[in-house]
């Protein structure tokens, strides 16, 4: 079965911590889009929800990655 | 003309195991075939994506990650794919002294968790749809909404 895999889906990758971090921007996406295609009954109203709920998300978690950050530097 | 009972049950259940199954399918079943091929292809992307950093074998392990299995497998065929490609696939995958394997278990198990709220809205658009008359006069399991 593995034969008919590319091996990126059998052997892990490597990335460094910061990737990491950024790798979460698509996950929000993700999550953008399949919470708003399960609320938005017209379709049309998708893209733009989408976009406005990833944002959010996104400046969120920066706005507590800023704070976590300057409490830590006043705290140490 | 409203659902029988019996019809009703039949059109929750099919819709809630398809949604299982292949995300989106059960969506597709109820006749919103955009809204359906969206949320195919978002969550076989997130899921295959986590498996692409981490690899089947360290991503999908019902042993060692009991509880983001659980989630994993709410993809239904995407899970059982992948933890059947990590079994088979076992010796090969240890070779890498670091892995991402963090991030493609939470890319993997949050897939999942993304179709459970894919479950539970096609449970709900199968219960309260009503049924569309087709040419001939027998009702269809499909609900033209929201396209």
Known sequence: MSVWFPAMLVMSAQITGVQRLLLLIPLCLSISIVYKTTRCERLGDIPLSTIALWATIVAGMVGVGLFMRVAFLLLA | ?147
Do not use: C
């Not at chain 2, 989630?71 to 065929?77: M, W």
């Open chain 2, 1 to 147: 003309m409203a659902w029988t009972d019996g019809q009703r049950m039949t059109r929750i259940t099919v819709a809630g195991f398809l949604a299982w199954l292949v995300p989106g399918l059960g969506h597709i079943y109820l006749g919103q075939r955009h809204r359906g091929v969206i949320l195919l292809v978002v969550i076989a992307a997130t899921f295959w994506g986590g498996v692409a950093l981490g690899g089947a074998t360290e991503t999908v392990d019902p042993h060692k990650r009991t509880a983001w299995f659980m989630a994993q497998v709410s993809t239904g065929a995407h899970a059982l794919v992948a933890w059947r490609l990590g079994r088979t696939a076992e010796a090969s995958a240890s070779m890498y002294s670091w892995r991402a394997e963090e991030v493609a278990v939470v890319y993997s198990g949050v897939a999942g968790l993304l179709n459970l709220l894919v479950i539970l809205d096609v449970l709900a658009r199968a219960s309260q749809a009503a049924p569309v008359r087709v040419r001939g006069g027998t009702p269809s399991p499909t609900r033209k909404r929201a396209t």
